[in-house]
């Protein structure tokens, strides 16, 4: 794979999970990480802060810099962007992994948490983006990943959880008209989603409707998001890609190390076609 050597990433929600996965495979190449995420003081309930997320990263072979944000504050998130540019010079790459999670129906979704997915997964995703094009205009290769799903309107994944779907699609709505937008500049925007459910701290929150035995670590989205983002950002945009293809597309074969218990079926992930999610239609790792 081609290196992030020098890079510099702004990754949102990059204090644990799947945003802490992709920022460590680019510090091993030395890239600048902006750990831009809420949690500065550590949580019993999730692991992790910005600021051993950034000793991890320095671990790992890059530089860190931790920021303490909430990505629907657009002053936070101007002053974030800010501290990037004055520490490591630009912004190369904007990672827009951060996200908020609620599979209920319309009744059992209160207003605050419906208010949280939309203002963390869509208001948060544009300002960033919004934040980030100037310094991305600049960039020699800019890139903007989204870890949103590929569009669809097909009714079922809209019944069970509307909030949450509305908001991973206002996500990947981003994606759509950013790319269009920006192609001219040579900026590419494109969405990451893992083909089978991914074990993090998040997949507490959905109770024993996920068990983690039967999931994949975060670092086949991180192999996959690496792959993507050295790719030549003007021949590659407005695609909405999953981890697996891009890996094959890289030469990879095996996937079953990436498996939390090899041999496991798989949960296979929301939102794409010819699946079902939580239930039948699993793989084997």
């Known amino acids: 794979m081609a290196s992030l050597t020098g890079k510099t990433l702004f990754i949102t929600g990059a204090s644990r999970g799947i945003g802490k996965a992709i920022a460590l495979k680019a510090a091993a190449d030395g890239a600048n990480i902006v750990v831009a995420a809420k949690t500065a003081e550590p949580n019993p309930k999730l692991p992790g802060t910005i600021f051993s997320a950034a000793e991890e990263i320095v671990a790992a072979g890059g530089q860190a810099l931790p920021v303490e944000v909430d990505i629907r504050d657009p002053d936070q998130i101007a002053r974030a962007v800010a501290r990037a540019v004055e520490r490591f010079g630009g912004i190369d790459i904007l990672v827009n992994n951060a996200s908020a999670i609620s599979l209920t129906g319309t009744l059992e979704t209160p207003v605050k948490r419906y208010d949280l997915m ?27 990943l989204m870890l949103s799903p590929p569009l669809s ?14 908001s991973k ?16 500049a040579g900026i590419a925007v494109n969405a990451l989603w ?4 991914i074990a993090t701290a998040a997949i507490a929150m959905l109770g024993d409707a996920v068990r983690p035995d039967y999931c994949r670590r975060p670092e086949i989205v991180a192999d996959a998001a690496h792959a993507l983002l050295s790719r030549d950002s003007r021949s590659c ?12 597309e890289e030469g990879v074969t095996d996937f079953s190390g990436y498996a939390v218990v090899p041999g496991n079926p798989l949960l296979p992930d929301l939102f794409l076609e010819g699946v079902d999610p939580f239930g039948g239609g699993q793989e084997r790792a």
């Open 237 to 248: 945009t407005g695609h909405f890609l999953l981890d697996e293809e891009i890996l094959a």
């Open 169 to 184: 699609f206002g996500m990947s709505m981003c994606v759509l008209g950013l790319a269009e937008e920006w192609k001219a």
């Open 118 to 144: 939309m203002g963390v997964n869509v208001r948060g995703t544009y300002l960033c983006s919004q934040a980030c094009l100037p310094h991305l205009k600049a960039a020699a290769n800019p890139h903007i």
């Open 194 to 197: 893992p083909k089978s459910v």
């Open 153 to 166: 309107l097909d009714p079922r994944w809209f019944g069970p959880h509307l909030a949450y779907t509305m």
